[in-house]
C-alpha cells in the first residue's frame, strides 16, 4: 500500500528557512543593542569625568575668591593655554587646572574694581576625553 501524506494546510510549525531568518533577526538586534550599551557606557564615563573637572574648577575659584584681594594668590596673571609658574597645579592625577586672573589694568572689559578669575581644566591622562571645562566670576578687587 502506498501511502501519501496529504497536505493539509491546518498543519502548524515553523520551516528551517523561517528559524534562520528569525535567528539572524535576532542576532542583528542583540548586536545592535551591544553596540549601544558600550556607547552608553562611553557617554557614562565621560559625563562623570566632565563633572569632576567642574567641581575641580568650581573648588579653585572659592579658593581664589577667599583669598583677599592684596593676596599673592590673587595677584593679576596667569593663563589658560600655558603652565604659567603659580597657576596651574594638578588636583587629580587626571586633570591639569589653570587658572588666569585678570583687572581693568590687564582686560579694558573687565570692569572697575572687580577680577576676572577663570579657571580651566584639562586631560592630564592619555585616553581621557574630556570636554572643555572653563568657569569664570568677577570678585571684588577690594
Not at 569625568?49 to 575668591?65: C, G, P, S
Not at 596651574?88 to 573687565?110: F, G, H, M, Q
Not at 576676572?116 to 572653563?134: A, C, D, E, H, Y
Request: proline fraction near 5%.
Amino acid at each position: 500500500m502506498l501511502y501519501t501524506r496529504k497536505n493539509n494546510s491546518s498543519e502548524k510549525g515553523f520551516s528551517l528557512i523561517e528559524c534562520l531568518v528569525a535567528m539572524v533577526i535576532t542576532t542583528v538586534g542583540l548586536l545592535a543593542a551591544a553596540g549601544l550599551l558600550s556607547v552608553g557606557i562611553r557617554l557614562q564615563t565621560e559625563s562623570r569625568d566632565a563633572t569632576a573637572a567642574n567641581a575641580f574648577a568650581r573648588a579653585k575659584i572659592e579658593q581664589l575668591e577667599n583669598y583677599t584681594p592684596t593676596a599673592a594668590q590673587r595677584v593679576a596673571g596667569g593663563s589658560l593655554t600655558t603652565n604659567v609658574a603659580n597657576y596651574n597645579d594638578t588636583p587629580d592625577p587626571k586633570y591639569l587646572r589653570r587658572w588666569l586672573i585678570e583687572t581693568s589694568a590687564t582686560n579694558a572689559a573687565v570692569p572697575l574694581g572687580t577680577q576676572k578669575i577663570s579657571v580651566s581644566m584639562f586631560s592630564n591622562q592619555i585616553g581621557l576625553r574630556l570636554p572643555p571645562v572653563t568657569l569664570s566670576v568677577l570678585a571684588p578687587a577690594q
